[in-house]
């Protein structure tokens, strides 16, 4: 069973569930879960601006990390900065940070040609990794 989590979230309405199917795994192997939002950081005209205010930024994992705690699940949250079209990379070198025996992560529930043609986060996740990648929809 996988004792250690790595959850990433973002703002969608997926993250509700991404975070109950991290509660749902960790209940049952009684395991370590961490809760990762990546604030994206834009090049524009005065240098790299941020994606998302701070206090948005933390709300993600602030709400991920209570409902967790609140189901008694061990969990840490963190947001990081990245720079815009990076998150992938960012995801699976945390995976790998924490020894994370599985990465679960949402879809926006775009069509194959449309992640290929705009890229999807979770498709580069689960080609850039060693680890199960769970996404949720």
Do not use: N
């Not at 993250?15 to 991290?22: F, T």
């Not at 969990?75 to 790998?96: L, M, N, P, S």
């Amino acid at each position: 069973m996988y004792e250690r989590v790595l959850v990433a979230v973002d703002h969608s309405e997926v993250s509700v569930r991404v975070i109950a199917a991290a509660k749902d795994l960790a209940t049952l192997s009684k395991g370590k879960v961490w809760v990762l939002h990546l604030r994206e950081r834009e090049f524009g005209r005065l240098g790299l601006t941020p994606s998302e205010p701070d206090e948005e930024a933390h709300e993600a994992v602030r709400d991920g990390v209570d409902a967790l705690i609140q189901a008694g699940v061990d969990t840490q949250g963190e947001v990081r900065e990245t720079v815009f079209g990076h998150a992938a990379r960012e995801i699976v070198e945390y995976a790998k940070e924490h020894d994370a025996g599985i990465i679960i992560m949402g879809s926006r529930g775009r069509s194959d040609l449309a992640g290929l043609v705009l890229g999807s986060t979770a498709h580069k996740v689960i080609h850039l990794t060693d680890r199960p990648v769970l996404v949720v929809r």
